[in-house]
């Protein structure tokens, strides 16, 4: 199993270009997560999907837009990229376990992406 | 929403002595502690957790401790070695039966000295 993979990784953009980023998971896992990571800030979550074609929005969600077409697929969108948004995007997916409360996320390897 | 404090940012140890890395939380409805490890160049990955109907849980080397009422949990390393050298993350979470919305702490830059 690749488990958790992401597509590409690195990226530099100008200010105003688009690009989507993929994650990819093959672990049959119905939530998935999408996180940036700044220098002393730790991980911040964007965007989550708990299944198929529904998504709904994380801690930092403005200028950004993902979708879940597929199961194991999860796309984020930068429309018009900006230099705030320099930043390594992690992609995570998780279970949904039948009577649990909790869930390990795996994480992918990361995207750089430099906006200049 | 929850914040997460983590301390310190940085803490080196000579290998074979043990390291503890603490953190708070803000919301008392969290009842989700996972402590994720960060190699350079590689996504986090899950080192251990802790639920909140329990105050402590241990993995050979590695323990974590929670204390509800100060709302603050801890993780400890004993006997570490160069391959701990690494960042750890502390996170947590509310709510059950839907995906977990992680806060994350800043994070540890641990390095373990030869």
């Known amino acids: 199993n690749a488990g958790v993979t992401q597509t590409p990784k690195f990226r530099v953009l100008k200010t105003g270009q688009s690009m989507t980023l993929l994650c990819a998971q093959d672990m049959n896992h119905e939530y998935m997560y999408w996180y940036r990571q700044d220098p002393g800030m730790g991980l911040r979550l964007i965007h989550y999907?708990?299944?198929?074609?529904?998504?709904a929005k994380g801690e930092v969600p403005d200028g950004y837009n993902v979708s879940r077409l597929k199961k194991q697929n999860f796309l984020l969108g930068l429309e018009s990229a900006a230099p705030s948004q320099t930043s390594v995007y992690f992609c995570a997916s998780s279970y949904a376990e039948e009577g649990s409360s909790y869930n390990e996320q795996f994480f992918g390897p990361g995207t750089r992406l430099t906006v200049l | 929403g929850e914040n997460v404090e983590q301390h310190p940012s940085t803490l080196s140890v000579q290998e074979g002595d043990s390291a503890v890395i603490k953190c708070t939380y803000s919301?008392?409805?969290?009842?989700?502690f996972p402590w994720y490890k960060q190699e350079l160049g590689k996504g986090p990955q899950l080192i251990i957790d802790?639920?909140?109907?329990?105050g402590e849980k241990k993995d050979q080397r590695i323990a974590v401790t929670l204390n509800k009422t100060a709302k603050h949990f801890s993780l400890h390393i004993t006997e570490t070695q160069p391959e701990d050298s690494a960042v750890y993350f502390c996170?947590?979470?509310?709510?059950?039966?839907?995906?977990?919305?992680?806060?994350f702490g800043s994070g540890t830059q641990l390095t373990v000295l030869p």
């Open positions: 802790i639920r909140s109907n329990v």
């Open positions: 999907s708990v299944g198929e074609g529904t998504t």
């Open positions: 919301d008392s409805a969290s009842n989700y």
């Open positions: 996170a947590a979470s509310r709510g059950a039966g839907s995906a977990r919305q992680l806060t």
